[in-house]
């Protein structure tokens, strides 16, 4: 089974820069989005971006969107998620996942209840 890892979680100050790398599937698959989750207290599970590594159509949820950006390294089977001007509500575990779209189906890689390959999460605690 295939296994995804994530690192760079950590502490910050608000208003500080944190970049999550997660080393995925090898990217060379057909049909792969990548996405970055988080679980914030007291609040379920949401997705947060993603991207298809074969046509690296993105998204970026409204509630991140202009902090936060995705972007892969296919040399590296790497996906990054960078993050910057971070709040304490930033605070949470965040999650690199990942799927395969099904031959001959759109690739739209925000459909986050798709997602069934999962890496361990990694901390990010912004301070005020």
């Known amino acids: 089974q295939e296994q995804l890892v994530e690192s760079g979680g950590g502490s910050v100050q608000a208003g500080g820069s944190l970049r999550l790398s997660c080393v995925g599937p090898?990217?060379?698959?057909?049909?792969?989005?990548m996405g970055w989750f988080r679980r914030t207290p007291g609040n379920e599970r949401e997705g947060v971006a993603s991207?298809?590594?074969?046509?690296?159509?993105?998204t970026v949820v409204d509630s991140v969107k202009g902090r936060f950006s995705i972007s892969q390294d296919n040399a590296k089977d790497t996906v990054y998620l960078q993050m910057n001007r971070l709040k304490p509500e930033d605070t949470g575990v965040y999650y690199c996942a990942a799927f395969w779209i099904r031959g001959g189906s759109a690739p739209i890689c925000s459909n986050w209840g798709a997602y069934n390959t999962w890496g361990r999460g990694t901390q990010v605690t912004v301070s005020a």
């Open positions: 090898r990217f060379a698959y057909p049909g792969l989005c």
């Open positions: 991207v298809y590594i074969d046509g690296g159509s993105i």
